[in-house]
């Protein structure tokens, strides 16, 4: 009787260890391989994430695109998800690893993809599918003209590159660039150098508070004038360490961005907070508001921003009567060594989730090889200062002819946008990218954290001391969990496995708590008939 009992007891603990293994999703998935042949007798349904604004000329993109794929391949529907922002998209994809419900493309950022990595296979390698002779980039049975592997940008492919695969494409392609009032540069007595610096946009910024005798700002005669906005802190700090050779992390995970350098961009930064030289987007709102309104003279933002940015701008968030008339001039992001210019390679990737069935997952790369084609990489392009991913788009006689129209009309060839993607192109080989490793993500807020924590404290009336910064650097670390990745004031020699959301943390609690205590009730009953 004692044997069955122990049996019994052991067959429910078995249960138990599934049902508990059970809870974290797809570990257990198996790699993806690729079918001999697509099956255009099922049909498919996948899924498609994306990420947009207002501006509904890139809606219509994707809507076409879809459209058009669609006829291509009768049997494979795309369902469009649009967000608001790429932070929404990464926070719906990991609640979404936990329930199983991932989206089949995803538009993505690499430091994204790493934390999504940390379930096994959730996300397709692509380096397989690239050189598939039928279904690879260019193949034979693909049904439209995608691009060859050697016809997509080398630099912009090697991005999407990490953790011994390639784990995306590229989808476009942007940089920062400073859109400065050059009316009211030149009214201050200055004169724009061939290659922005630090130093000139401090001076300059300085030079356009003094105040007439009315209490006006001097340069514009309004009252509000915050000469110097950025509007992505967390690449204004990054970018400036990489210009110092300064550390930043390694490609293995060390957390370097805690310095003496750093230190010294922040004691920077906070002088000029303090004199109201310079502010942020999240703590002014956008740049491009305060620029067309002659209140902001450097304004940095992405190069996919132009179109918001300069006295004729297609779009903008103030009223008409509100905007100045001024010279816009488009420059790269200010630098320490002219002679040496460096700025940040960024844009969305594409990612493909994997699936039980190995014919969703292609049907996934096909529409993934699609968006790659020239006709939506040409049209996409055009409606922001991105630059196509493929050689193939960019040198397209249709690229080509949009490029040379700058400034023809203020919709599609407005001046500043086309600027802005020549920017990009004119400087591919100075751009560069950060490492991708699991807990990047978080790195990289940490570091535009450091920035706008020190201008809030600032415009407080704190003192920026080296207790400070020694405080800031240790609150940071603890905040985005970078003792636990590889470095940081007080490193600890642990791997960070990704914080999972909330929900999901709860499901695996409740999970847990019910079959400890399914485990303990059996415990209970056998030891109870036992004593009788």
């Known amino acids: 009787m004692r044997a069955k009992k122990r049996k019994a007891f052991l067959i429910l603990a078995a249960i138990s260890l599934l049902f508990l293994t059970g809870c974290h999703g797809r570990e257990g998935m198996s790699a993806f391989a690729i079918p001999e042949e697509f099956d255009r007798t099922g049909n498919y349904e996948i899924s498609f994430w994306a990420k ?14 879809i459209s058009d794929f669609e006829a291509l391949y ?22 979404n690893i936990a329930t199983d419900t991932t989206p089949n493309v995803c538009i993505t950022y690499p430091d994204h993809i790493a934390t999504y990595l940390t379930g096994a296979n959730q996300v397709v390698p692509l380096e397989e599918l690239f050189a598939d002779e039928k279904y690879g980039l260019g193949g034979s049975e693909v049904a439209f003209d995608a691009p060859k592997a050697e016809e997509i940008v080398p630099g912009f492919l090697e991005e999407c590159a990490f953790g011994g695969h390639y784990y995306a494409v590229p989808y476009m392609r942007s940089t920062e660039a400073c859109y400065i009032n050059k009316t009211y540069v030149e009214a201050l007595g200055f004169t724009l150098p061939e290659t922005l610096t630090w130093d000139f946009v401090w001076e300059v910024s300085e030079a356009a508070l003094e105040k007439d005798s009315a209490g006006n700002f001097a340069v514009n005669g309004q009252k509000v004038m915050i000469p110097f906005i950025y509007k992505s802190t967390d690449n204004m700090m990054i970018q400036m360490l990489r210009q110092k050779d300064a550390g930043y992390s390694t490609k293995e995970g060390e957390i370097l961005l805690f310095n003496d350098t750093t230190k010294s961009f922040l004691e920077t930064i906070a002088e000029h907070v303090r004199s109201g030289a310079f502010s942020t987007f999240k703590i002014s709102s956008y740049p491009a508001n305060f620029l067309n309104a002659g209140q902001c003279i450097f304004a940095v933002d992405s190069t996919a921003g132009a179109t918001w940015m300069g006295t004729n701008a297609p779009l903008c968030d103030i009223s008409r009567d509100k905007i100045v008339d001024f010279e816009t001039a488009v420059m790269p992001i200010p630098q320490f060594f002219p002679e040496n210019p460096k700025m940040i390679s960024q844009g969305p990737s594409v990612c493909i989730f994997n699936k039980e069935d190995s014919q969703e997952v292609l049907a996934s790369w096909l529409f993934v090889q699609y968006l790659l084609t020239n006709e939506v990489q040409t049209a996409y392009s055009e409606t922001e200062g991105y630059v196509p991913v493929t050689l193939k788009a960019q040198n397209s006689a249709e690229y080509q002819d949009y490029l040379s129209r700058c400034g023809e009309d203020n919709g599609t060839y407005y001046d500043v946008k086309i600027k802005a993607a020549n920017l990009l192109l004119e400087n591919m080989e100075n751009t560069f990218v950060t490492p991708v490793f699991n807990g990047s993500a978080s790195l990289r807020d940490a570091s535009g954290q450091l920035i706008e924590k020190t201008v809030k404290s600032v415009r407080r009336g704190q003192e920026i001391t080296d207790e400070y910064i020694e405080e800031l650097y240790s609150d940071t670390a603890s905040l985005y969990r970078l003792n ?11 791997e960070d496995l990704g914080e999972l959301p909330r929900t999901a943390v709860w499901l695996l609690s409740a999970l847990l708590g019910a079959w400890g205590l399914i485990i303990l009730y059996v415990i209970f009953r056998m030891i109870k008939r036992k004593a009788f």
Not at 52 to 65: F, P, R, V
Not at 484 to 494: F, H, L, T
């Open 52 to 65: 947009n604004d207002t501006n509904k000329t890139q809606t219509a993109i994707y809507e076409q695109a």
């Open 74 to 95: 009768p049997n494979i529907k795309v369902n469009l998800r649009l967000y608001t922002d790429y932070g929404k998209i990464y926070n719906d994809v990991i609640t």
């Open 484 to 494: 636990q990745i590889g470095g940081g004031p007080r490193s600890a020699e642990k």
